[in-house]
């Protein structure tokens, strides 16, 4: 069973900046897809940004120019670096795992941007 742990998230005011990390399971990292979702109160998840394994990288029109999604392959880590951030940015952020049947997500890490 493969792991996702999410970090990084906080408080941050808006026009700050944060960076997430999704550490994953080894097994795993070289050959999915990974991926950050977002969820905000009573509304339905949806795509940040991915990064396939062919390098192609994509991204919601709300978050692009202002967020950047990279990995670290030595490390197995994925990271969502952030910045002016809005408050429509807050969220619980989600790592997500994926190929031809199958997923893994993590269990979140939540963004306030608030002043």
């Known amino acids: 069973q493969a792991q996702l742990v999410e970090s990084g998230g906080g408080l941050v005011q808006p026009g700050g900046s944060l960076r997430l990390s999704c550490a994953a399971s080894?097994?795993?990292?070289?050959?999915?897809?990974m991926g950050w979702y977002r969820q905000a109160p009573e509304k339905q998840r949806e795509l940040v940004a991915k990064?396939?394994?062919?390098?192609?990288?994509i991204y919601a029109d709300a978050v692009k120019g202002r967020f950047t999604i990279s990995r670290d392959n030595a490390k197995n880590t994925v990271y969502l670096q952030m910045n002016s951030l809005k408050p429509e940015d807050t969220a619980v952020y989600y790592c997500?795992?994926?190929?031809?049947?199958?997923?893994?997500w993590g269990k979140g890490t939540p963004v306030t941007v608030s002043s």
């Open positions: 990064l396939r394994t062919s390098g192609t990288t």
């Open positions: 080894a097994s795993i990292f070289s050959i999915y897809d």
């Open positions: 997500k795992a994926e190929r031809t049947g199958v997923t893994y």
